[in-house]
Antibody
Framework: QVQLVESGGGVVQPGRSLRLSCAASGFTFSSYGMHWVRQAPGKGLEWVAVISYDGSDKYYADSVKGRFTISRDNSKKTLYLQMNSLRAEDTAVYYC???????????????WGQGTLVTVSS | DIQMTQSPSSLSASVGDRVTITCRASQSISSYLNWYQQKPGKAPKLLIYAASSLQSGVPSRFSGSGFESDFTLTISSLQPEDFATYYCQQSYTTPFTFGPGTKVDIK
């Protein structure tokens, strides 16, 4: 069965960096677009970024553009989110999510990880 | 960016009730509308995609309808496990945006 396991969260000071990872198993990772979605404590869901199955296309929310970078290593079946210049408003649970269909990034988040908490605080 | 709104923001209902949640997009999104259920401390779960397609494994009491900018999620007979927060999300274009959520709790 599909498993997505995020890691790398923690407490970080404003302005610093953090890299999240999402280890995938149970499906052909290299065939699916992948997303990061976040949820601030007690708040709703916010889509962060998407990467195509082969890493050739990437799109970001305006709130993170220029600060966050999504990437993937298909040989390691792992998705990444490099987060630089972190702000207090980036505090959230970060989920990785898998697309429903192969080859396309349609924005249907069929499978989700359990999430990893990032807290930006001095 | 496409803005998504939901109504109501919360509702109280009893087991067996028919529940309807509405979602509106700030522009036409054709049928690129998805619904998710989230329980406290858990990741969201895809219920409905492309406005009216039931995700595999989701009970048939859940249904979706709508087109362009107005959409509805209906739970035909509310069950105890359905008490949760429901989010709509547009997948018409990036940035993919979510509605603010509708919390369904026990009356």
């Amino acid at each position: 069965q599909v498993q997505l396991v995020e890691s790398g969260g923690g407490v970080v000071q404003p302005g610093r960096s953090l890299r999240l990872s999402c280890a995938a198993s149970g499906f052909t990772f290299s065939s699916y677009g992948m997303h990061w979605v976040r949820q601030a404590p007690g708040k709703g869901l916010e889509w962060v970024a998407v990467i195509s199955y082969d890493g050739s296309d990437k799109y970001y929310a305006d709130s993170v553009k220029g600060r966050f970078t999504i990437s993937r290593d298909n040989s390691k079946k792992t998705l990444y989110l490099q987060m630089n210049s972190l702000r207090a408003e980036d505090t959230a649970v970060y989920y990785c999510a898998k697309e429903k269909e192969q080859w396309v990034a349609q924005g249907y988040f069929q499978h989700w990880g359990q999430g990893t908490l990032v807290t930006v605080s001095s | 960016d496409i803005q998504m709104t939901q109504s109501p923001s919360s509702l109280s209902a009893s087991v067996g009730d028919r529940v309807t949640i509405t979602c509106r997009a700030s522009q036409s999104i054709s049928s690129y509308l998805n619904w998710y259920q989230q329980k406290p401390g858990k990741a969201p779960k895809l219920l409905i995609y492309a406005a009216s397609s039931l995700q595999s494994g989701v009970p048939s009491r859940f249904s979706g309808s709508g087109f362009e900018s107005d959409f509805t999620l209906t739970i035909s007979s509310l069950q105890p496990e359905d008490f949760a927060t429901y989010y709509c999300q547009q997948s018409y274009t990036t940035p993919f945006t979510f509605g603010p959520g509708t919390k369904v709790d026990i009356k």
